[in-house]
């Protein structure tokens, strides 16, 4: 197989991604919220995994290395998520290699 036909690994592939990172964050994350939800889908569906679990079994989130995907923001039964749009300029910048 030659490079060319090579697969790319997810890992591969998010390597590709650069981020220009706005200090204003374009996702909010009402945390309180996240304290009444059992399932926390969030942990789950982020393809940039940047929902975690503290020590004590609070979310924690980093909206820096955001893909923009939207997914966290669906997949939130609680509606703890307010998600938009980086301002002009800011937010992924996908290469395809």
């Known amino acids: ?31 309180s919220k996240c304290d009444t ?3 926390k889908p969030c942990l789950y569906v982020c393809p940039a995994n940047l929902y975690t679990l503290d020590e004590n079994g609070k979310i924690q989130f980093n909206y820096e290395g955001c893909l923009e995907c939207g ?20 937010g992924v910048q996908y290469r395809f290699g």
Not at 16 to 24: A, G, H, K, M, Q
């Open 1 to 31: 197989m030659s490079n060319v036909e090579k697969k790319l690994s997810i890992e591969e592939r998010l390597a590709l991604v650069v981020f220009n990172v706005d200090e204003e964050p374009h996702i909010i994350v009402d945390v």
């Open 37 to 39: 939800c059992d399932l």
């Open 71 to 90: 997914s966290c923001r669906v997949a939130c039964p609680n509606d703890a998520v307010k998600w938009n749009h980086p301002r002009g300029g800011f």
